[in-house]
C-alpha cells in the first residue's frame, strides 16, 4: 500500500501531466481558430477578385476604396 507522500507524488504528477494536456489542446484550439480566419480572409479576397474590385487609395490619402477594373 503506498504512504502519503507516494500517494501526494502521484496526484503531482497526475496534475501535472492534466495542465500539460490542457495545454496542448487550448494550443491546437488557437491554431485552429487562426486557420479559420485565414480561411475567410481568402474567401472575401477571392470574392473581391471575382468581382474585379481593386483597393484604391486617392492622391495618396490614409482613405482607401475600392474601384472596378471591368472591362
Do not use: C, F, W
Request: proline letters at 3%.
Amino acid at each position: 500500500m503506498p504512504d502519503e507522500n507516494e500517494t501526494k507524488l502521484t496526484t503531482i504528477q497526475t496534475d501535472l501531466e492534466t495542465s500539460r494536456m490542457l495545454g496542448l489542446i487550448a494550443a491546437a484550439h488557437e491554431r485552429s481558430k487562426a486557420a479559420q480566419l485565414r480561411v475567410l480572409v481568402k474567401r472575401e479576397y477571392d470574392t473581391l477578385a471575382g468581382l474585379k474590385l481593386l483597393p484604391t487609395v486617392d492622391d495618396d490619402s490614409a482613405r482607401a476604396g475600392y474601384r472596378s477594373i471591368a472591362e
